[in-house]
């Protein structure tokens, strides 16, 4: 932990407009957004390659009429026209993605379709996770049946798979997510809203992209979250705060001194935000940008929180500054943070389990012969 070099206090009004009031999507791109901070970030190489695809008004339609159409089924259909633009934003994508070596993570602008991997029965995800459980009993019965009653284990191997299933070879793929996806949807409807609003006050209206990253495979064990507010480091935690992995405990003095003299160089150097909550990754022995949010209450505080009058809150306001990651294993990560698709799946290989041993017991007794 730093020592807190001292911050003036923010009366609670002040507090309640920095991190309380309610914040659009559409004021998020106006001062968030990848546009704002990445090309100062790519030029230092202190983030990863990306390729931004702009989207006309009507590519927006198309993109919510495929959400639509994909939540409510053959009841909603698309237009030719919008059809050939969901076409045409997969060519591009193709070509994006070829650019970036064969395999990118695809986002728009705002957030990224993670939703829908994580909270619905992705098939690139449920397969992973089928190969890595029938792989681990054919080779280790034991350790299969360790695994199957371990939550923390569970919990990584949920996450790894959504972070592989969120890796798109093809335009097909990403448009797949991206048309599967309410955070999209909801994004792509807000900015639909201002450009009405703006036809008819003349106001400039914000703009959606859709985004092509590098695909570089960093594990999720080196992700963080730092918090800065009023240009001053406050905060910092692992970002998948719901795993334990032991060697960022053991890792975690270290860490914290370098991720926080990363951050600094950052905001010395290229990062103008007078208050911000910065997503980095530590690969290979440095640290890049994964993005930037805004510090807010609607950004996530893992290991912290944004309740009002609360210590956690205090910590991230003023600090002192420390590196906060899970100490041990949470019982309850799974009921908590595991989408109920995939905590069935594992119950589902319990059942199997339980049932191929009381066979095994059954043959075993009706196998068994007595002497009369």
């Given at each position: 932990?730093?020592?807190?070099?001292?911050?003036?206090q923010?009366?609670?009004e002040?507090?309640q407009?920095?991190?309380?009031?309610w914040i659009?999507?559409?004021?998020?791109?106006?001062?968030?957004?990848?546009?704002?901070?990445?090309?100062?970030?790519?030029?230092?190489?202190?983030?990863?390659?990306?390729i931004?695809?702009?989207?006309?008004?009507?590519?927006?339609?198309?993109?919510?009429?495929?959400?639509?159409?994909?939540?409510?089924?053959?009841?909603?259909?698309?237009?030719?026209?919008q059809?050939?633009?969901?076409?045409?934003?997969?060519?591009r994508?193709?070509?994006?993605?070829?650019?970036?070596?064969?395999?990118?993570f695809?986002?728009?602008?705002t957030?990224?379709p993670?939703?829908?991997?994580?909270?619905r029965k992705?098939?690139?995800?449920?397969?992973?996770?089928?190969?890595?459980?029938d792989?681990?009993q054919?080779t280790?019965p034991?350790?299969?049946?360790s695994?199957?009653?371990?939550?923390?284990?569970?919990?990584?191997?949920?996450?790894?798979?959504?972070?592989?299933?969120?890796?798109?070879?093809?335009?097909?793929?990403?448009?797949e997510?991206?048309?599967?996806?309410s955070r999209?949807?909801?994004?792509?409807?807000?900015?639909?809203?201002?450009?009405?609003d703006?036809?008819?006050?003349?106001?400039?209206t914000?703009?959606?992209?859709?985004?092509?990253?590098?695909?570089?495979?960093?594990p999720?064990?080196?992700?963080?979250?730092?918090?800065?507010?009023?240009?001053k480091i406050t905060?910092?935690?692992?970002?998948?705060?719901m795993?334990y992995?032991p060697?960022?405990v053991?890792?975690?003095?270290?860490n914290?001194?370098?991720i926080?003299?990363?951050?600094?160089?950052?905001?010395?150097e290229?990062?103008?935000?007078e208050?911000?909550?910065i997503d980095?990754?530590?690969?290979?022995g440095?640290?890049?940008?994964?993005?930037?949010?805004?510090f807010?209450?609607?950004?996530?505080?893992?290991?912290?929180?944004?309740?009002?009058?609360?210590?956690?809150?205090?910590?991230?306001?003023?600090?002192?500054?420390?590196l906060?990651v899970?100490?041990?294993?949470?019982a309850?990560?799974?009921d908590?943070?595991?989408a109920?698709?995939?905590?069935?799946?594992f119950?589902?290989r319990?059942?199997?389990?339980?049932?191929d041993?009381e066979?095994?017991s059954s043959?075993?007794?009706?196998?068994?012969?007595?002497?009369?």
């Amino acid at each position: 932990m730093q020592e807190d070099s001292g911050t003036e206090q923010l009366s609670l009004e002040e507090e309640q407009k920095l991190v309380g009031a309610w914040i659009a999507p559409d004021d998020i791109i106006r001062e968030y957004d990848m546009t704002h901070w990445y090309q100062k970030l790519a030029d230092a190489n202190e983030t990863f390659r990306s390729i931004f695809i702009p989207l006309e008004t009507d590519d927006l339609r198309a993109l919510d009429k495929a959400n639509s159409a994909n939540y409510r089924g053959s009841s909603i259909r698309l237009t030719e026209d919008q059809t050939a633009r969901l076409k045409s934003l997969e060519t591009r994508l193709d070509e994006a993605i070829a650019s970036l070596g064969g395999q990118a993570f695809v986002k728009l602008n705002t957030r990224s379709p993670k939703d829908a991997v994580v909270e619905r029965k992705h098939p690139r995800m449920a397969a992973r996770i089928t190969q890595h459980l029938d792989d681990l009993q054919a080779t280790d019965p034991a350790a299969y049946q360790s695994f199957l009653v371990d939550g923390n284990k569970q919990m990584i191997l949920v996450l790894e798979s959504a972070s592989e299933a969120m890796r798109s070879k093809t335009g097909a793929e990403a448009l797949e997510l991206l048309t599967n996806s309410s955070r999209v949807q909801t994004d792509v409807k807000a900015v639909l809203r201002s450009i009405q609003d703006a036809s008819e006050s003349n106001e400039e209206t914000p703009k959606l992209y859709l985004i092509a990253r590098e695909w570089v495979p960093a594990p999720l064990s080196g992700e963080y979250r730092v918090f800065v507010c009023r240009r001053k480091i406050t905060a910092a935690a692992q970002y998948f705060h719901m795993c334990y992995w032991p060697h960022l405990v053991q890792e975690r003095e270290k860490n914290e001194a370098l991720i926080r003299q990363y951050v600094q160089k950052m905001l010395d150097e290229h990062v103008k935000y007078e208050n911000c909550v910065i997503d980095v990754a530590l690969h290979n022995g440095r640290c890049y940008v994964i993005e930037i949010n805004p510090f807010h209450f609607s950004t996530g505080a893992p290991l912290y929180g944004w309740k009002q009058g609360s210590e956690e809150r205090k910590r991230l306001l003023y600090g002192p500054y420390e590196l906060r990651v899970c100490e041990a294993a949470m019982a309850d990560a799974k009921d908590r943070f595991m989408a109920t698709v995939w905590s069935k799946m594992f119950a589902e290989r319990v059942e199997m389990l339980q049932v191929d041993e009381e066979d095994e017991s059954s043959s075993a007794s009706s196998g068994s012969c007595t002497i009369c």
